[in-house]
């Protein structure tokens, strides 16, 4: 039971990708940048890369939050260009990779996308409002014929029509005379 404790970084129920990659050095050798093959990890919020797939501390792991993924054929000038992608944040140091195939490369790129995607949905819900824009015009004169079609139809009842004339004035929250 013991040897339970030391739990692996890897926590497999989070994994979304993990694979080989080629990860450009930060500090570029004699004859330009070096790749150094990496088993790297993506989970729920982080990217961790190790030597191999046997090791148990990531040689470097950052929070993907707040990066962006994209390919970049520019990285190399070689056959294998079009596997090139790399993380991008402002402000931050850029990760570049290869992966084994083109395809590989959009994949981890679209994960990654996918992962930030949903990253945005859980902190910022009202990001989309700016697109609803439209919609919300038409909303707003929408209810504004229903309330003056219902105190019309309220004017037969000369008792209660002023309260219900005045509880639609609050309602829609900009008084019209009011700018």
Known sequence: PEEMTPR?????????????LEKRSRDHGFFGSEWQK??????????CYYANEKSKQPKGAFSIENYSARLASYLRKDSRRKCCFELVCPGKRT?????????????????IQF????LTSITIPYDE????????????????????HSTTMNQDKPDDGMGEDDIYEV????HPNRQ
Do not use: H, M
């Open 8 to 20: 692996p970084v890897q926590d497999a129920g989070n994994i979304l990708k993990q694979g080989y």
């Open 95 to 111: 990760y570049e990779f290869t992966a084994r195939s083109p395809a590989e490369a959009e994949d981890w790129v679209e994960q």
């Open 129 to 148: 409002e700016d697109e609803e824009e439209p919609y919300n015009d038409v909303d707003s004169s929408d209810s504004l014929n229903a309330a003056s």
């Open 115 to 118: 992962l930030l995607k949903d």
């Open 171 to 174: 309602l829609p929250g900009e």
């Open 38 to 47: 990496r088993w790297c990890v993506l989970n729920r919020k982080t990217f």
